[in-house]
């Protein structure tokens, strides 16, 4: 399907958040989850339905990568994959 994926500054913030921990106590694990979860969100540019979508939210669907969650919106007119949020799933969900 060839979408484009597309990162905003409150979801690498996001990340960096979410990741500041492990990187600090863990870097060599930390960078190997970081990529693994990199290639994993690249999956979205032939399979932007993988994720299974939100209920409150039309349009918006959640990707796993325990235990963090990928929160995204497919733009088929557009063909992209916009994502909103990265987030631990430990914490409540965010309002998108």
């Known amino acids: 399907m060839d979408f484009q994926v ?7 913030a996001d990340l960096e958040e979410v990741m500041r921990w492990p990187w600090e106590n863990h870097p060599g694990t ?6 693994a979860l ?3 969100v690249d999956l979205l540019k032939d399979l932007p339905y ?4 939100v209920r409150r939210y039309h349009g918006v669907r959640r990707l796993q990568h325990s235990p963090l969650l990928v929160y995204y919106r497919g733009v088929l007119e557009s063909r992209r994959v916009e994502i909103l949020h990265l987030w631990h799933s430990s914490r409540r969900d965010p309002l998108l």
């Open 50 to 53: 993988l994720g299974a979508p």
């Open 6 to 12: 597309l990162y905003t500054e409150p979801e690498l």
């Open 30 to 35: 930390s960078e190997r989850f970081a990529n």
């Open 38 to 40: 990199l290639n994993h």
